[in-house]
């Protein structure tokens, strides 16, 4: 631009690299985030009709048009996390005296209805994960994935990223690398140690057709000998969710919540469950709690003769 660069963008781009380097976002908030605060740079341009913009030129009117605009076209889900895209850019710089005031706290967060999550009874879990029962490479394999997946709650990017050293089958733990690159340790049952323990023997099978090529660290293979990854892992939930609970819509975050809700039903400890999602905070694992007791409450409607007048009248009481 005429002048030199854009005060604008270098201090979006002063707040990426605070996201990136020393917040340690994950690189898909980091891209999301930049996407967000481009379109919103290029929206003010375009509002203001200048050719260089300031951070404080931005005001709360200019934020509101842009939001109008934008649910036009996009889900409340998708406006919700602009919103917040804009909101941690202007706090950056206001923690650091750059601006006076934040006028993106003065935006209205869109309502979002959250769906409830996907949830398996504890005899379909364990259909789901049993249904690789062969004896092939591949079946022990998808049998160790579904058993970490359900027995330890991990993230599917989670699993894919597990290598052969971040597994203690003694132990009864896994090292896992979550979110901000947060490093945690996870138990597993003696079910998953066995499953991990059977497809061990086999990983060698695992090879490149043609040049027998094999990646050295991955704890998980793909049929090329490669580590497996994010979207195989998701068609392999899939899968299994037909086969062996009937359900086709299936996904790996289904599992976590499914591991999620019956630790709590167990009487595990919100904090102790916190720990092992690996979850920044305690509000997101209070998810789960909603979540038992409107499945409850699901449960009594169904089954319970008190439920209904029409089945109190049939049974006299």
Sequence with gaps: MPGGPDPLAQDIERFMLHLRNEKRASSHTVE?????????????????????????????FVLRAWLGTLARSLAASSVSRKVAAARALFRFHQRRGRIQKNPAAELATPKLRRPLPTLLDVDSA???VETPSGDDARSRRDRAALELLYGSG???????????GDVDVHAGTVRVLGKGNKERIVPFGGPCAEAIGAWLQVRDELRHPRTGEQDPRALLLSV?????????????VHKYGA???????????AMRHTCATHMLGGGADLRAIQEMLGHASLSTTQRYTH?????????????????????TRRTGR
Excluded: C, N, W
């Excluded at 979540?291 to 409450?297: C, D, K, P, T």
């Design 154 to 164: 991990l993230r599917v990017s989670e699993l894919a990223g597990l290598d052969l």
């Design 32 to 60: 999301a985030y930049r996407s967000d605060l481009a379109q919103l740079e290029t929206f003010a341009h375009e509002r203001t009709g200048r050719e260089t913009l300031k951070l404080e030129d931005i005001d709360i």
């Design 243 to 253: 086969l062996g609970a009937g359900r086709a819509d299936l996904h790996p975050h």
């Design 126 to 128: 364990r259909e789901v």
């Design 291 to 311: 979540v038992s007791i409107e499945h409850l409450m699901r449960v009594y409607d169904q089954a319970h003769p008190l439920a209904h007048p029409s089945r």
């Design 224 to 236: 090329r000998g490669r580590r497996i990854g994010v979207r195989e892992l998701q068609l392999l």
